[in-house]
């Protein structure tokens, strides 16, 4: 009797079946939300922009110059921190991987 490539190697058991199931799951979600995350941070980008063209323009007087600026420089400071979001997105990726 001939011995077929597959007649000795063992199946993987059902639960580490599981396992690799739920974290593909876990990861194709987690590819979703980053690119939902790179669409919504470049619309925000851009409706800022153009925000901030059109409030440049306008006189909202010395004090309402100063909220203006800070405003813009609080929302430019959230972007940057926003940067943040991958980093711990792939150190979920990692995590996940060397859990299971």
């Known amino acids: 009797m001939e011995k077929t490539l597959f ?5 993987p058991s059902s639960k580490r ?3 690799n199931g739920r974290v593909a799951r876990a990861s194709v979600g987690l590819v979703a939300v980053m690119v939902g995350l790179v669409v ?3 619309v925000g980008l851009v409706v800022t922009a153009q925000l901030y ?19 813009f420089n ?4 959230s972007f940057t921190l926003a940067a943040i ?3 711990v997105a792939v150190a979920t990726i990692i995590i996940a991987y060397l859990k299971f």
Not at 60 to 70: K, Y
Not at 74 to 77: A, D, G, I, L, T
């Open 7 to 11: 007649q000795n190697s063992k199946r």
């Open 85 to 87: 979001i991958p980093i």
């Open 40 to 42: 919504v941070l470049i």
């Open 74 to 77: 609080n929302v430019y400071s």
């Open 53 to 71: 063209n059109v409030a440049n323009n306008l006189n909202l007087g010395t004090q309402g110059n100063q909220t203006r600026t800070t405003l």
């Open 17 to 19: 079946r599981e396992v």
